[in-house]
């Protein structure tokens, strides 16, 4: 993948025509993101718009296609760049991204193009247990079309934000890889929540549970487990611990819930405690 990297950088033409080609084919629309998101952080926003527009016009494309995820990736990521860039703090970049992908989902940015009443109309005829399931929750005073419309968002817009910080993780492992070798590496392992964002997470998260904005509940949690997987990063390498580590941690936090809810209750710990700190001074 460095290869690319290397490739991409030797100029906006070249960085122009893989961000275009990229995007334009079907599900690999992240590499022109984490294209567009590495000139972002190598030269800047100004500099790097030819690159965003060329990865935003094909996506744009699919958007019109009916596939909203490439463009809002794109969007997601280049906005994580900048204050990446600009910043220096990872767990700046995610707070933006998540308020950004937030905001995405009260939009209704990831709703289906007819709505949710004619996919709710079509599942009721394929299958008699979602037509019971629905009837139950109208007579329970539901709004099914609502609900339905409050999942696809949420589903949508989580899995645009992890796709966007993926990406950005991937353009900054280039980053480091062309220009600072080594450099992710112990960028990610020190990735922090401080406690002033910690309680912004908080704030926003009441504030969204007041003002009945279930995008702000549905995102905020995701840099805080971002810096729990930072945190267990870190820890497997302060330890010198076997990568399978590392495999077998994944394995878990995909396919279970409370190692997700684990890795949270370690994340916001850290927030007061700096565990890799104080292993680092121990060693």
Not at 20 to 42: D, E, H, N, Q, S
Not at 70 to 87: D, K
Not at 123 to 150: K, N
Request: hydrophobic share 60%; charged share 10%.
């Amino acid at each position: 993948m460095l290869t690319i990297a290397r490739w991409v950088m030797r100029g906006t033409p070249h960085a122009v025509g893989g961000a275009v080609v990229a995007t334009l084919i079907p599900w690999l629309f992240w590499l022109g993101a984490a294209i567009a998101a590495l000139v972002t952080l190598r030269r800047g926003l100004s500099p790097a718009l030819p690159v965003i527009v060329a990865a935003a016009v094909p996506s744009g494309w699919w958007w019109m296609q009916g596939d909203v995820i490439p463009l809002a990736s794109v969007l997601l990521v280049t906005l994580m760049a900048v204050v990446l860039r600009a910043r220096l703090r990872w767990s700046e970049a995610l707070i933006a991204g998540a308020l950004a992908g937030a905001v995405m989902i009260q939009l209704g940015i990831f709703l289906p193009p007819q709505g949710t009443g004619q996919m709710l109309a079509e599942l009721r005829q394929a299958s008699p247990e979602v037509e019971r399931l629905l009837a139950e929750l109208t007579r329970q005073g539901l709004d099914t079309e609502q609900l339905a419309a409050l999942l696809i968002g949420g589903v949508t817009g989580l899995m645009v934000l992890i796709a966007a910080v993926a990406c950005l993780a991937l353009a900054r492992s280039w980053q480091a890889g062309l220009y600072n070798p080594g450099g992710f590496r112990e960028e990610f392992h020190a990735l922090r929540l401080s406690p002033r964002e910690l309680a912004v997470l908080v704030v926003l998260g009441v504030v969204g549970a007041v003002l009945g904005l279930p995008g702000l509940g549905m995102l905020l949690w995701v840099p805080l487990l971002v810096a729990g997987i930072a945190l267990v990063h870190g820890f497997i390498g302060l330890k010198g611990m076997n990568g399978l580590w590392l495999v077998a941690f994944y394995l878990l936090l995909i396919t279970t819930w409370p190692m997700i809810l684990i890795v949270l209750l370690l994340a916001f710990i850290d927030v007061f405690a700096d565990i890799r700190g104080r292993l680092a001074s121990r060693d």
